[in-house]
DNA sequence: CGAGATATAGTCGGTTCCGACTATTAGGGA
DNA sequence: TCCCTAATAGTCGGAACCGACTATATCTCG
């Protein structure tokens, strides 16, 4: 069997659906829209992957062009509707992915995975600056949510992963700060390693007590 | 200029490059050396992109085949250890990934952002077999930091990005289960959305005040 | 009013990524 | 000793993904 095996996985295809739950649009139309309400910030829009997409919930029937219009004599824009099948997904879809925890790769976790490289200066140095990238990145986006839901313009519930990823951000800011903070008090210390025929020896760099892997 | 372009991205070649350091090894060696050490974790380990991974890092000249060893009639294995360049590069790479944070997009806030279509009952449900989960996952892996630096049988700096996961999931589960009692009380409110010739108009659920995006 | 900038709308080709599959060997209980 | 399972080692084809590019239309500012 090698048609249909899964879903449509990319989240970008739950922005679509989601989108055409309110209105019939046509691709472009939904990356604006997207960017506008600031969804871009919980899914990646990529025109390419954008085409894809819509092409890949056509295939499987859960939405459906129903409208070629041109505008003056623009390139031809296609519009799209959800199929009753899409509707429903939409929302069997939204649920799973609220209800199950997968396993996810952020890009700092392999990173600090190999903190070690850096030395106790070098690491400590490199959460610092990354502490104040993330100071940054944060105060920008409590001013968006401050704009929209703070002044009542848009209902909270609209913005609410903004508060989620808000949260995460800070999370990974304490964890940061407290890193360095660790790093610099010696709690977290640098074993210095060696490389012997037995395999690897490493010795604690405060009590000299050497341990085997 | 077409070839080249950028670094090899996919963080896995990190995770290559960080076991060449100590030791030169067969793609196959790699991928069971990372579970050993729970670093599966943090690195996507999948055979095919493992063998992708290698062949890309040889053509970026950051590792090079060293030997091919045949044990008995086995299929021949290829065994790499990282150039100087190689070596260099780990370490920038890791300081560059540590100070930078990049934008990534987490399936969970995609759903997030559609928690509406659940409607204030299911989004609770949905959210609160979530925490569930959750705690599982925080459970298993405190486990197995336990029984690992715990007992000191390796030393916590390297397996830090464990604790740094669990922060993040503990955040995850906090968000998480506030969210429920957000909407069970009230204070997250779920507004009855309506199409009108003007656009789209909410209500909201407690105090009936409409107003337009 | 002309030129450059920006917005509109989408195409295209190449790389990356992944899961499913193949094939051989070692181990271990009936 | 023979079969079944697990471990060893890797291949392959297709889907997903992305960035760079094209082309027209409108805006704007000196």
Redesign the interface.
Known sequence: MLMARRKVSN?LA??VL?LL??QSMHPYEMASTLRERH?D????VNSGSLYDTVEALVRHGWIEPVETARDGRRPERTVYAPTELGQAE??RW??E??????????????????????GPD??AD??T??AG??VQ?IEQTQAVLDETVGS???????M??V???L??W???L??TRR?VAEIGDGR????RVE?TEQG?T?S?ADDGNG?E?
């Open positions: 989240p739950l922005a989601g739950q309110e969804k910030g919980s899914f990646k939409f929302v939204v649920d992915l609220v209800r199950t925890p997968i396993a996810e790769y952020p890009k700092f976790l392999a990173a600090v995975s190999y903190l070690g490289a850096l070098g690491a490199a959460l600056e990354r990238h993330l990145r009542g313009a848009v209902p909270r519930l609209f609410i992963e508060e989620c990823a949260h995460a800070q999370a990974e304490d964890w890193t977290l210390a640098w074993p490389r690897w490493w604690a341990s892997r």
